[in-house]
């Protein structure tokens, strides 16, 4: 059975104190690993997108990457509005279904 | 602007009630999904729909109910089979087949009083 673990489950850090997110998963064939940021009380909003081990995404503080096994989330010099729940899913079949893993609540202090 | 609507954000069932919840969208996307998130846990998927008239169930489709009448539409039904509904529910939405991620709505809380 396809599996998503994110870790950690909660990280708590100070503005501008950079840090990392990691999400491993066992999947048959991997088509897609998506990160989303979910704010309290709302619907997850898109990231990124990886395909390939190797490939990277970056947009303002935050860069993916991905390896054969899992996808690590870069936080550079975090902001408090950097301050969310993020989600980590994959895709494993042709039709397009996601499973999530379980979140990193991230907050940042000023 | 495009986008996927979730009615109502707050949601109350007395105990042996069904209720429905919405889910609208105008990304013209052939697939809609319903996924259930508790804390703690994933998102997990209770039902999804690749074409109008057809659906499957998810991973949680026990208690619930969905239909497909319209493109536009995948409404959700909490039947007072589900013996424990409280939780945050999410309506997505995809481009059929590949996916280049979901868009999701804006999520209806559940609570059973």
């Known amino acids: 059975e396809d599996q998503v673990t994110q870790s950690p489950e909660a990280l708590r850090l100070q503005e501008g104190e950079s840090s990392s997110l990691n999400c491993s998963y066992t999947?048959?064939?991997?088509?897609?690993l998506f990160w989303y940021r979910q704010d309290p009380g709302k619907g997850p909003e898109f990231l990124f997108t990886l395909y390939s081990a190797g490939e990277e995404k970056e947009k303002e503080r935050l860069k993916a990457t991905l390896t054969k096994k899992e996808s690590f989330l870069h936080i550079t010099a975090p902001k408090p509005e950097d301050s969310a729940t993020y989600l980590c899913a994959v895709q494993d079949d042709s039709w397009g279904k996601l499973q999530f893993g379980a979140g990193t609540q991230v907050v940042v202090t000023p | 602007d495009g986008g996927i609507t979730q009615s109502p954000k707050y949601l109350f069932r007395k105990e042996g009630q069904n209720v429905t919840l919405s889910c609208e969208q105008n990304l013209n996307h052939d697939a809609m999904y319903w996924y259930r998130q508790d804390p703690g846990q994933g998102l997990r998927l209770i039902y999804y729909s690749q074409i109008v008239n057809d659906f499957q169930k998810g991973d949680i489709a026990e208690g619930y109910s969905v239909s497909r009448e319209k493109k536009e539409s995948f409404p959700l039904t909490v039947t007072s089979a589900q013996k424990n509904p409280t939780a945050f529910y999410l309506c997505a939405s995809s481009i059929g087949g590949r996916t280049y991620g979901y868009t999701f709505g804006s999520g209806t809380r559940l609570t059973v009083v």
């Open positions: 999947v048959s064939g991997l088509r897609g």
